[in-house]
C-alpha cells in the first residue's frame, strides 16, 4: 500500500462499501481507496476527495484482486483500520516497507481469529520461543502489532498472535521465495523437538546454551540450503566426540535423520560434530540444573 498522499482525485469506477471505493487513476488503473466514510453517497464519476484517502494500492488483475477485494468487501472497517495501523508501526518499527501483500495477510489472518473467538473456538498453539531467539526484532514488532490491535478493537487477541505476526514478518521481510523464511523455521522447531523428546525434557529457552543451540541449527540448514556444509576431510574431532558423548551422538544422528528426510541432504561430519557439541552442552546444562536442584 502506498501512502494516501498519493492518491489522485480519480473518478469512482465502483463503490465497494462506505468505506472503499475502486477508482481508476491516471495511468488507467484501477485503484484501491480506502478511508472511513469515503464511499457514502458516492455514485459513478464521482470524485474521490483526496483528503478523505487512509490507503490506497493499485488492485492485482485477475483472482489475486478479485479476492482482495472480497475480503476488504467482507471484513469490518474498524478491522482494516486497525490492521492498517498496526502495520503503519511495524513499518516504522522496521523502517522498511512490508508491502500490501503483507497487509492483506494479516487482515486476513485477524479476521479468522476474531471469527473463531466469537464462535467460541480456538486452535491451541504452541508459544514457538525460538522465535525470540532466531528473530527478536520481528518477535518484538509482531508483539506490538497483536498490543496495537488488540488495543484499536478492544479485544483480547491470543499470546500466540505474535508468533503468527512473526511468521507473516519473516516471509515479508525476507529476500526468499515466499514460505522459504517460515519453513526454515518450522525445520528448526522440529530440530529441538527431536532433541527435546530423546532428552526427555523441555529445554530452559532463557539459557544462553539453548540460543546458541537454536541459532547453530538456523546456521547449519541455511548452509544446507546454499549448499555451503562444513567440510574439512579431518575426521579426527568427530571420532573423539562420537566416543565421548555417546548419548549426544545417538541424539546428533536422530537429528541427522530428521534433516535427511525434510531436505534429501545428508550432513557431513563436521555439521554433525558440531549438532554433538551442542547437544553435549545441553545435556550438561539440564544436569546441572538436576544436581543444583
Known amino acids: 500500500m502506498v501512502s494516501p498522499h498519493d492518491a489522485v482525485r480519480a473518478p469512482v469506477h465502483k463503490v465497494l462499501n462506505n468505506n472503499v471505493v475502486i477508482a481508476i487513476d491516471e495511468s488507467g488503473r484501477e485503484r484501491v481507496l480506502m478511508g472511513r466514510g469515503i464511499g457514502f453517497q458516492l455514485k459513478p464519476a464521482d ?45 516504522r518499527g522496521l523502517g522498511r516497507s512490508l508491502g500490501r501483500r503483507f497487509t492483506i495477510a494479516v487482515l486476513d489472518h485477524v479476521q479468522f481469529v476474531l471469527e473463531r473467538l466469537d464462535n467460541g473456538v480456538r486452535i491451541p498453539s504452541t508459544a514457538m520461543p525460538e522465535l525470540r531467539v532466531l528473530h ?76 546458541r543451540f537454536v541459532l547453530h541449527i538456523q546456521f547449519l540448514l541455511q548452509r544446507l540450503v546454499n549448499r555451503t556444509m562444513l567440510s574439512s576431510g579431518d575426521t579426527s574431532f568427530f571420532e573423539f566426540a562420537s566416543h565421548s558423548y555417546p548419548r549426544s551422538y545417538e541424539i546428533a544422528v536422530k537429528v541427522k535423520a530428521y534433516v535427511k528426510a525434510a531436505t534429501e541432504s545428508e550432513l557431513t561430519d563436521e555439521e554433525l560434530l558440531y549438532v554433538i557439541v551442542h547437544v553435549e552442552r545441553l545435556r550438561n546444562q539440564i544436569e546441572g540444573g538436576a544436581d543444583r536442584g
Open 136 to 211: 527478536p526484532q520481528e518477535f518484538a514488532v509482531a508483539r506490538q502489532m497483536a498490543d496495537q490491535i488488540a488495543a484499536s478493537l478492544d479485544r483480547e487477541l491470543p499470546a500466540e498472535e505474535a508468533v503468527f505476526l512473526t511468521m507473516h514478518l519473516l516471509n515479508a521481510t525476507r529476500d526468499e521465495p515466499n514460505g522459504t523464511a517460515a519453513l526454515l523455521f518450522r525445520r528448526v522447531q522440529h530440530v529441538v523437538q527431536v532433541v527435546e523428546h530423546e532428552l526427555g525434557v523441555t529445554l530452559d529457552v532463557d539459557s544462553p546454551d539453548y540460543a
Open 47 to 91: 470524485i474521490v476527495d483526496p483528503a478523505k484517502v487512509e490507503k490506497t494500492f493499485i488492485l492485482d488483475p485477475g483472482a489475486d484482486g478479485e479476492n482482495e477485494l472480497r475480503l476488504l468487501n467482507d471484513v469490518p472497517y474498524p478491522v482494516v483500520e486497525a490492521v492498517s495501523r498496526a502495520v503503519d508501526g511495524a513499518e
